[in-house]
C-alpha cells in the first residue's frame, strides 16, 4: 500500500493570490494533519508537467533532507500548472533494509522537506501542492537498488526472449538474479518453485513486484 503525505507550499511571494507566509504555514497545518491521517493523492488528479518547476534544481534541495532521515530519493516529479501543480517526493529505505517507509517517518519528511523548500530561492511563486509518499507495494524494478530491496518478493519477470513468469528473488547483486520459478499448481494447493537459477537482470525486459495474499 502506497503511504502519502500532503503538504500545501507557498513561498509567500504570489502577488496574484496575495498569500503570506502565516497564512501558508496555517495551510500546511491544516495539511500536515491530513497527511496524519493517510489523507490520499488520488483526490488531486495532475495534469501535464508543469513549466514553472526546476525539478534539478527542487532536488538538490530535497535529497539531502531526504537523507537526513536514512532514507533514499526514489523519485521527484512535478504535474499539473498553477493553483493545481504538484510536487511529488517519492521516498524509500536503503536498498539493504527490509520492510518499508512508515506512515509517522513520511509525516516527518513532508514537514522537513516543506520547510526546506521554504528556505530556498528555487521554491516556486505559485501555490502547489507538495506530496511524500512510499513506493507502491507493486513497484516495477528498473535500478539494481530495487531488485536488491525486492530479496524475497515474488516477482511477475518478461525476458527479452518472451518468457513471463513467476518467481521468486533469493538473492541478487543487482547485475544476476537469483530466482525460483513458481510452478503451476491446483487452487489451494501450497505454491511449490523450481531449483533456483541465475537470471541475467539485462536479460529482463521488465519485472514487478507481484502482490501475495495469505491463506
Given at each position: 500500500?502506497?503511504?502519502?503525505?500532503?503538504?500545501?507550499?507557498?513561498?509567500?511571494s504570489?502577488?496574484?493570490?496575495?498569500?503570506?507566509?502565516?497564512?501558508?504555514?496555517?495551510?500546511?497545518?491544516?495539511?500536515?494533519?491530513?497527511?496524519?491521517?493517510?489523507?490520499?493523492?488520488?483526490?488531486?488528479?495532475?495534469?501535464?508537467?508543469?513549466?514553472?518547476?526546476?525539478?534539478?534544481?527542487?532536488?538538490?534541495?530535497?535529497?539531502?533532507?531526504?537523507?537526513?532521515?536514512?532514507?533514499?530519493?526514489?523519485?521527484?516529479?512535478?504535474?499539473g500548472?498553477?493553483r493545481?501543480?504538484?510536487?511529488?517526493?517519492?521516498?524509500?529505505?536503503?536498498?539493504?533494509?527490509?520492510?518499508?517507509?512508515?506512515?509517522?517517518?513520511?509525516?516527518?519528511?513532508?514537514?522537513?522537506?516543506?520547510?526546506?523548500?521554504?528556505?530556498?530561492?528555487?521554491?516556486?511563486?505559485?501555490?502547489?501542492?507538495?506530496?511524500?509518499?512510499?513506493?507502491?507495494?507493486?513497484?516495477?524494478?528498473?535500478?539494481?537498488?530495487?531488485?536488491?530491496?525486492?530479496?524475497?518478493?515474488?516477482?511477475?519477470?518478461?525476458?527479452?526472449?518472451?518468457?513471463?513468469?513467476?518467481?521468486?528473488?533469493?538473492e541478487?547483486?543487482?547485475?544476476?538474479?537469483?530466482?525460483?520459478?513458481?510452478?503451476?499448481?491446483?487452487?489451494?494447493?501450497?505454491?511449490?518453485?523450481?531449483?533456483?537459477?541465475?537470471?541475467?537482470?539485462?536479460?529482463?525486459?521488465?519485472?514487478?513486484?507481484?502482490?501475495?495474499?495469505?491463506?
Open positions: 500500500m502506497t503511504i502519502t503525505g500532503v503538504l500545501l507550499a507557498n513561498n509567500g504570489n502577488r496574484k493570490t496575495g498569500t503570506g507566509k502565516n497564512n501558508s504555514r496555517e495551510r500546511r497545518r491544516i495539511a500536515r494533519s491530513k497527511a496524519d491521517a493517510g489523507y490520499s493523492d488520488q483526490a488531486h488528479p495532475r495534469n501535464s508537467l508543469s513549466d514553472t518547476l526546476d525539478l534539478d534544481a527542487l532536488r538538490d534541495v530535497v535529497e539531502p533532507v531526504v537523507a537526513e532521515f536514512g532514507l533514499v530519493l526514489a523519485e521527484l516529479v512535478g504535474r500548472a498553477g493545481t501543480q504538484t510536487v511529488m517526493v517519492v521516498v524509500d529505505l536503503q536498498e539493504d533494509d527490509e520492510g518499508s517507509v512508515g506512515l509517522d517517518t513520511i509525516a516527518e519528511v513532508s514537514t522537513a522537506v516543506s520547510e526546506a523548500l521554504d528556505r530556498t530561492e528555487h521554491d516556486p511563486e505559485e501555490t502547489y501542492m507538495l506530496e511524500v509518499t512510499s513506493p507502491g507495494a507493486t513497484r516495477r524494478l528498473t535500478e539494481p537498488r530495487h531488485w536488491k530491496r525486492s530479496r524475497g518478493r515474488l516477482l511477475k519477470i518478461k525476458t527479452a526472449d518472451g518468457q513471463s513468469f513467476l518467481a521468486r528473488l533469493e541478487t547483486d543487482g547485475t544476476t538474479a537469483t530466482i525460483a520459478r513458481k510452478k503451476d499448481t491446483p487452487k489451494g494447493v501450497p505454491a511449490k518453485y523450481s531449483e533456483p537459477e541465475d537470471l541475467a537482470i539485462s536479460d529482463v525486459n521488465s519485472a514487478q513486484v507481484e502482490v501475495e495474499f495469505s491463506d
